[in-house]
């Protein structure tokens, strides 16, 4: 079946350190990949996608990259801030036969500390 | 509407109640999909709509749960007798028929059941 794996958190890091949050997904097909993020007290917002493989998805500083080989979308920043605390989702969708279902990550949670 | 939106934000039931929850999608947006986020968990799918067509209700728990679209716009989902195991957050996301299948999430609404 179609299934996401995201590293289990919570994430502590301090501000201005390096991001990488691991996923990787089971699929029939040809599916796309995404990264929600959802602040407290808020929805899941998209933050990135890429469609096919080779392609990286980037917004606000993170990137991701769709590696078919690996069947891995890690999630990666440079530099986070505080501002960046939040859960990751990782998700994919387009599975074979699946039409427009979205398969989630469990999240990460990730704190930014000062 | 700028983004989808749900109501009410929070419901609290008690065992055995009715309860409706209610969505608006972005304006045009053809499909419309639920899901159920249990706490610290990724949101599962429920159902899909394409227009007032119910294509996919597959996720649907039991037997309990009734969504409806009937003019192709807003969606109720229905949860009959509820059980404490329907605590959760219920999401609801739209679509166009674009095809470039990012899903936009409306802020949720939590149930919690007595």
């Known amino acids: 079946g179609n299934s996401v794996t995201q590293m289990e958190g919570p994430v502590t890091l301090s501000e201005e350190a390096f991001l990488t949050i691991n996923c990787t997904y089971t699929a029939t097909g040809y599916p796309s990949l995404f990264w929600y993020v959802q602040y407290p007290g808020e929805g899941l917002q998209l933050l990135l996608k890429a469609t096919k493989a080779d392609d990286k998805g980037s917004n606000k500083g993170f990137e991701a990259t769709y590696r078919k080989e690996t069947t891995s979308f890690h999630l990666e920043k440079g530099s986070v801030q505080v501002s960046d605390s939040a859960v990751y989702f990782c998700a994919l969708t387009g599975a074979l036969n699946t039409g427009n279902q979205f398969y989630f990550g469990t999240g990460t949670s990730l704190t930014v500390i000062p | 509407g700028a983004g989808v939106s749900q109501s009410p934000r929070y419901k609290v039931a008690k065992r055995g109640q009715d309860v409706a929850l209610r969505c608006d999608p972005i304006s045009g947006h053809v499909s419309l999909f639920w899901y159920q986020q249990a706490l610290g968990q990724g949101p599962e799918f429920l159902t899909y709509f394409q227009n007032e067509a119910q294509l996919d209700k597959s996720g649907l728990p039991s037997d309990r749960f009734f969504a409806e679209r009937p003019e192709g716009s807003v969606s109720t989902l229905k949860i009959q007798r509820t059980q404490q195991e329907d605590s959760a957050v219920y999401l609801c996301?739209?679509?166009?028929?674009?095809?470039?299948?990012?899903?936009?999430f409306g802020p949720g609404t939590r149930l919690l059941v007595l």
């Open positions: 996301a739209s679509i166009t028929s674009s095809g470039s299948g990012t899903q936009y």
